[in-house]
């Protein structure tokens, strides 16, 4: 047997203040997205803006369904978005935010294992890593200089 430590690097904002200026109006264009969200059972909201490499920002935000696997989450509907729409566009960086309207939510809250997969499919098909920030509704603000910090063991094509 042998053992293996895997180490991730995460950095954390307190506040939208800290951000740099393009960062901050990324995640506003997010907030607006979240705004947008239809979660009529979780109450949960989020809202997802993406920067490419063409300055185009294309937003998401969570549709829920009865059904619930029909359903989608902001930053899959933010990605399939952008790559049926601009296809050889590389996303550069990922704003993410999620709010409940049951509760206020003051802690990052980085994506679900189904978008981290998803955020993995696209980095690597463009060979390029994607800055990801999160949060809340408010408070601090996480950063991953790549997804391969949120997802360490990814599943991707050579598996298959």
């Known amino acids: 047997m042998k053992k ?57 935000s969570n549709q829920e369904n009865a059904s619930y696997p029909s359903g989608l989450c902001a930053e899959r509907t933010a990605i399939y978005y952008a790559g049926a729409k601009y296809p050889n566009a590389k996303i550069v960086r990922m704003a993410i935010t999620a709010g409940s309207k049951l509760k206020t939510t003051s802690e990052p809250i980085p994506p679900c294992g189904a978008c981290r997969q998803a955020i993995a499919e696209y980095e690597i098909k463009q060979n390029t890593p994607i800055e990801i920030y999160f949060m809340g509704e408010t408070g601090k603000i996480g950063k991953s200089n790549s997804l391969a910090n949120l997802l360490p063991l990814v599943f991707d094509k050579s598996s298959l």
């Open 4 to 60: 293996v430590n895997i180490e991730t690097t995460l950095y954390v904002y307190d506040n939208l203040k800290e951000l740099p200026k393009d960062v901050v109006l990324l995640m506003e264009q997010a907030i607006e997205a979240r705004e947008k969200a239809y979660a009529p059972y979780s109450q949960f909201h989020v809202g997802t803006a993406l920067l490419l490499d063409n300055n185009e920002v294309i937003t998401g």
